[in-house]
């Protein structure tokens, strides 16, 4: 209905030249079944161009939501990605720290065994010098 306003209103002047030059000419059924075609073809062309802009902006919302669901897909994936390589860089540290801990436990055992062997030599020693003592009394 706006539209058929708009137009009535843009032909205004035309209307009213038309009427001060040929009179008061009433237009005849023909003329009158042209200009409404004329209207109403305007009229479903601007139709058509509203539910053409109106398709065009639902596309691009829905291609809008489809970057935006792709977008966080991949974060999300980004995410997961480096939440997992976090974790296997902290495993790869706690089993470094583990063969370290192993290592460090196996030298300490290793002389802990030196040290003991060392005793053991020295109490043998001893051993041999207090017999060579009494072999040395025992012949005096």
Do not use: W
Not at 46 to 61: F, H, I, Q, Y
């Amino acid at each position: 209905m706006f539209v058929d306003q708009t137009v009535k209103l843009a032909r205004l002047p035309l209307d009213l030249t038309r009427d001060a030059i040929g009179g008061l000419r009433q237009p005849t059924f023909e003329e009158q079944l042209a200009e409404e075609q004329r209207e109403h073809a305007e009229e479903l062309r601007e139709e058509a161009e509203r539910e053409r802009r109106k398709a065009d902006e639902e596309r691009r919302e829905r291609e809008s939501r489809a970057h935006k669901a792709a977008s966080a897909r991949k974060q999300k994936a980004a995410d997961s990605a480096a939440k997992k390589e976090r974790a296997n860089a902290q495993r790869e540290r706690t089993a470094k720290l583990e063969k370290l801990e192993a290592k460090e436990e196996s030298v300490e055992a290793k002389e802990a065994a030196i040290r003991t062997e060392r005793e053991a030599e020295r109490v043998k020693d001893a051993a041999a010098a207090a017999k060579q003592a009494r072999k040395e009394g025992a012949d005096s």
